[in-house]
């Protein structure tokens, strides 16, 4: 995260350099940002014209001015009638892609009247412009120096400066968060396997604050995780399971407990799945990477809470050790389940999980996972799928998820569903049939959290761009790094109510 952001007390009509107007398409001659006279009249060169002010719509106006700015970036909000929080994220994301594009160093960012408090506008413009400067270029032999390197915030008014330093500091950490997940998503799976991403984990935990464990091979099987091994046997990589702690609290708080599916490759095992798309599977790890990025957010925020997480770690592979259709699984918390499609192994490797994490007196419990194919089916790639047996507890994600843009979308837990996982060998089979295939999924996973208030989230569709993902500027290609902002957003909320 190369860029500097900071404060500059100044006007627009005094400083050179490459200034960001934001501006609405239906009020497109009167942009949310006090303007003199004299850069209106240049605005209105282009504005209506060959610029409209639709979403994510760039213009670089050069202006010709001896003082002032030499150049302004016309950036498109969409219609004002249509604002949203993401508007925003987006239309400062695509103006940092446009001056990087041009390779200029600097910008200047008058701060905008938007319909939000200043403190939650300032957060958006910096989520929007380090987001989309994210690149993964570890495997890129020529690495492509960033240009921007300095963002100014412009404002006449001295008194606002702490206020805009604390959102500047909050959406770093939480971009820090980000990054990270994007990262050990984005990575490759010969380069990422459980251990891997447990050293990972210690790193990132050694750096941003918080305690890591690692459960290996040994430990999982005195701690009878039998989906976990399960899964890993038929992989050379051993599986893990990482636990995070970070405590904010004077200690012994009941803590949060979040979980996420790792996989670091889905090959579906001994169900092997078709060739096509499977280099997608790298990304079946998304889940247990936003975790570790939440908690590095949570940490370096200093957010007064404690939080646990817990990943899961294996690499799904067939071979002579590898488990099998057929095979029955015993999970930490005694129940079995008989094994119909290697390939729904996410649900066997959070069962344990889940049992461990109602182990530690939650206050909550979060999963993400990217769980099954028919969730994409169900809402495609613009929404999360949400899953609970809490609705108090769903109101306030989906809260969340207005906030960041990061949608979810609430599917049913009626009790019917179960009846689609019992088996007659087993108390269930880790595959339910066809209907309703992301709620099974999810019923399956109801059976290991007791009465702890939960929240399961399928990121199947979200964890990654696919050919039907929206294209935003703040969402490169691959991993998005998806939850890390919701959640992020969650715990803060939880903090206010307090
Ligand atoms: N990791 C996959 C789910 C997935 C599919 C994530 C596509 C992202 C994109 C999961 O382990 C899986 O294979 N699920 C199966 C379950 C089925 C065998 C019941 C699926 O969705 O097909
Ligand atoms: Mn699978
Ligand atoms: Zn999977």
Same mark, same amino acid.
């Given at each position: 995260?190369?860029?500097?952001?900071?404060?500059?007390?100044?006007?627009?009509?005094?400083?050179?350099?490459? %200034?960001?107007?934001?501006?609405?398409?239906?009020?497109?001659?009167?942009?949310?940002?006090?303007?003199?006279? &004299?850069?209106? &009249?240049?605005?209105?060169?282009?504005?209506?014209?060959?610029?409209?002010?639709?979403?994510?719509?760039?213009?670089?106006?050069?202006?010709?001015?001896? &003082?002032?700015? +030499? *150049?302004?970036?016309?950036?498109?909000?969409? =219609?004002?009638?249509?604002?949203?929080? !993401?508007?925003?994220?987006?239309?400062?994301?695509?103006?940092?892609?446009?001056?990087e594009?041009?390779k200029?160093?600097?910008?200047?960012?008058?701060?905008?009247?938007?319909?939000?408090?200043?403190?939650?506008?300032?957060?958006?413009?910096?989520?929007?412009?380090?987001?989309?400067?994210?690149r993964?270029d570890?495997?890129k032999?020529e690495k492509e120096k960033q240009a921007?390197?300095?963002?100014?915030?412009?404002?006449?008014?001295?008194?606002?400066?702490?206020?805009?330093?604390?959102?500047?500091?909050?959406?770093?950490?939480?971009?820090?968060?980000?990054?990270?997940?994007?990262?050990?998503?984005?990575?490759?799976?010969?380069?990422?396997?459980?251990?891997?991403?447990?050293?990972?984990?210690?790193?990132?935990?050694?750096?941003?604050?918080?305690?890591?464990?690692?459960?290996? @091979? !040994?430990?999982?099987?005195? @701690?009878?995780?039998?989906?976990?091994?399960?899964?890993?046997? #038929? +992989?050379? %990589? =051993?599986?893990?399971?990482?636990?995070?702690?970070?405590?904010?609290?004077?200690?012994?708080?009941?803590?949060?407990?979040?979980?996420?599916?790792?996989?670091?490759?889905?090959?579906?095992?001994?169900?092997? =799945?078709?060739?096509?798309? @499977?280099?997608?599977?790298?990304?079946?790890?998304?889940?247990?990477?936003?975790?570790?990025?939440?908690?590095?957010?949570?940490?370096?925020?200093?957010?007064?809470?404690?939080?646990?997480?817990?990943?899961?770690?294996?690499?799904?592979?067939?071979?002579? $050790?590898?488990?099998?259709?057929?095979?029955?699984?015993?999970?930490? /918390?005694?129940?079995?389940?008989?094994?119909?499609?290697? !390939?729904?192994? #996410?649900?066997?490797?959070?069962?344990?999980?889940?049992?461990?994490?109602?182990?530690? /007196?939650?206050?909550?419990?979060?999963?993400?996972?990217?769980? $099954?194919?028919?969730?994409?089916?169900?809402?495609?790639? %613009?929404?999360?799928?949400?899953?609970?047996?809490?609705?108090?507890?769903?109101? =306030?994600? @989906?809260?969340?998820?207005?906030? $960041?843009?990061?949608?979810?979308?609430?599917?049913?837990?009626?009790?019917?569903?179960?009846?689609?996982? &019992?088996?007659?060998?087993?108390?269930?089979?880790?595959?339910?049939?066809?209907?309703?295939?992301?709620?099974?999924?999810?019923?399956?996973?109801?059976?290991?959290?007791? !009465?702890?208030?939960?929240? %399961?989230?399928?990121?199947? #569709?979200?964890?990654?761009?696919?050919?039907?993902?929206?294209?935003?500027?703040?969402?490169?290609?691959?991993?998005?790094?998806?939850?890390? *902002?919701?959640?992020?957003?969650?715990?803060? /909320?939880?903090?206010?109510?307090?």
């Open positions: 995260m190369s860029v500097k952001f900071s404060v500059k007390i100044g006007k627009i009509e005094e400083e050179t350099g490459v %200034h960001v107007i934001p501006v609405y398409e239906d009020l497109i001659s009167d942009p949310p940002i006090k303007l003199s006279e &004299k850069i209106k &009249k240049i605005l209105e060169q282009v504005c209506g014209r060959e610029f409209k002010g639709r979403i994510e719509e760039t213009y670089v106006l050069p202006t010709f001015l001896e &003082k002032g700015p +030499s *150049r302004i970036v016309l950036t498109g909000l969409g =219609k004002s009638s249509e604002l949203e929080l !993401d508007s925003v994220r987006r239309a400062y994301g695509r103006a940092a892609l446009k001056i594009e041009m200029f160093s600097s910008t200047y960012i008058p701060i905008p009247s938007l319909p939000y408090d200043i403190d939650l506008t300032i957060q958006t413009i910096v989520e929007g412009i380090l987001l989309s400067l994210y993964f570890r495997y032999s921007l390197e300095e963002v100014y915030f412009l404002v006449e008014d001295e008194s606002k400066t702490g206020d805009i330093q604390r959102s500047i500091d909050l959406a770093e950490k939480i971009c820090r968060g980000v990054y990270t997940a994007r990262d050990i998503a984005n990575m490759p799976s010969n380069d990422c396997y459980p251990e891997k991403l447990a050293e990972m984990a210690i790193e990132v935990g050694s750096r941003a604050g918080f305690k890591v464990r690692i459960y290996k @091979m !040994d430990e999982l099987m005195e @701690m009878e995780m039998g989906g976990i091994i399960a899964v890993g046997g #038929g +992989s050379n %990589h =051993k599986p893990v399971l990482i636990e995070m702690e970070y405590d904010g609290t004077c200690g012994g708080d009941k803590p949060y407990v979040i979980v996420g599916k790792a996989v670091t490759f889905d090959s579906g095992g001994i169900s092997i =799945k078709p060739s096509e798309k @499977m280099e997608e599977m790298k990304y079946d790890k998304s889940g247990g990477a936003a975790v570790i990025g939440i908690m590095e957010a949570a940490a370096l925020l200093k957010l007064p809470l404690r939080l646990i997480g817990l990943v899961p770690c294996v690499e799904n592979m067939p071979s002579g $050790t590898a488990y099998r259709p057929g095979d029955i699984v015993r999970f930490r /918390n005694g129940k079995t389940a008989e094994i119909i499609s290697t !390939d729904a192994e #996410g649900r066997l490797i959070l069962a344990d999980a889940l049992a461990y994490a109602v182990e530690k /007196n939650p206050k909550v419990v979060i999963d993400l996972a990217t769980l $099954t194919g028919a969730c994409i089916i169900a809402l495609g790639t %613009h929404a999360s799928g949400l899953f609970t047996n809490n609705q108090q507890l769903a109101d =306030k994600i @989906m809260k969340s998820s207005e906030k $960041t843009g990061e949608k979810t979308w609430q599917l049913p837990l009626w009790k019917q569903y179960k009846e689609q996982i &019992k088996s007659d060998v087993a108390d269930l089979k880790n595959v339910g049939g066809r209907p309703a295939g992301a709620i099974t999924a999810a019923a399956f996973l109801s059976e290991f959290v007791r !009465d702890a208030p939960w929240i %399961h989230l399928d990121i199947a #569709g979200t964890a990654y761009t696919q050919e039907t993902s929206e294209q935003k500027s703040y969402i490169p290609k691959g991993a998005t790094g998806v939850g890390v *902002r919701l959640i992020i957003d969650y715990l803060i /909320n939880e903090l206010k109510q307090e």
